[in-house]
T-cell receptor, first 114, second 111 residues
Framework: DGGITQSPKYLFRKEGQNVTLSCEQN?????MYWYRQDPGQGLRLIYY???????QKGDIAEGYSVSREKKESFPLTVTSAQKNPTAFYLC?????????????FGPGTRLLVL | RKEVEQDPGPFNVPEGATVAFNCTYS??????FFWYRQDCRKEPKLLMS???SGNEDGRFTAQLNRASQYISLLIRDSKLSDSATYLC????????????FGKGTRLSVIA
């Protein structure tokens, strides 16, 4: 099946620990995105990548890092510098076809701090 | 002014009712508009794109008013399964650029 997968579904982080969230897509989409959603809030953009080996900061990039070494993969690392990492993290992808810029989302990862 | 604003609700409506949500956006140069649906603790899923001429998909109708900078979603004959949060989403620049999300409007359809 084609789609976007995220793992793990739940992730627990200890104080001072870096954790990496996985996002993989087999849709042959060029662009990938990471969003964070807090309870009762909208989605906020962390990082996005329009092409392999290139990415841009979003609105709340501090405390996060990403890489885009392969078209299919866009992992997100939550570093110890992110002081309030508990949230629902959503990865999305899109294809650059005019009039079809729809983004498709993975099932998300819930990150909890112990 | 927030880029995309929605009434958070909740809207509690009986089965079979018609319900409408509005959303305003601040950037007049916005390119594309969408409604996404998000179920509790799930990812957002595209419900429908919103075109200038308005568009309909079954019980759902979306309208765009560029002059007043708002979009709307009308749901007719509400079903229990329509209960969800509806996100108004705007694409500021054409191409593979990030979407801007409203905080969502929560709908509960009651039997």
């Amino acid at each position: 099946d084609g789609g976007i997968t995220q793992s793990p579904k739940y992730l627990f982080r200890k104080e001072g620990q870096n954790v990496t969230l996985s996002c993989e897509q087999n849709l042959n989409h060029d662009a990938m995105y990471w969003y964070r959603q807090d309870p009762g809030q909208g989605l906020r953009l962390i990082y996005y990548s329009q092409i392999v080996n290139d990415f841009q900061k979003g609105d709340i990039a501090e405390g996060y890092s990403v890489s885009r070494e392969k078209k299919e993969s866009f992992p997100l690392t939550v570093t110890s510098a992110q002081k309030n990492p508990t949230a629902f993290y959503l990865c999305a992808s899109s294809i650059d076809t005019p009039g079809r810029e729809t983004q498709y989302f993975g099932p998300g990862t819930r990150l909890l701090v112990l | 002014r927030k880029e995309v604003e929605q009434d958070p609700g909740p809207f509690n409506v009986p089965e079979g009712a018609t319900v409408a949500f509005n959303c305003t956006y601040s950037n007049s140069a916005s390119q594309s508009f969408f409604w996404y649906r998000q179920d509790c603790r799930k990812e957002p899923k595209l419900l429908m794109s919103v075109y200038s001429s308005g568009n309909e998909d079954g019980r759902f109708t979306a309208q765009l008013n560029r002059a007043s900078q708002y979009i709307s979603l009308l749901i007719r004959d509400s079903k229990l399964s329509d209960s969800a949060t509806y996100l108004c989403v705007v694409l500021l620049t054409a191409g593979n650029t990030p979407l801007v999300f409203g905080k969502g409007t929560r709908l509960s359809v009651i039997a």
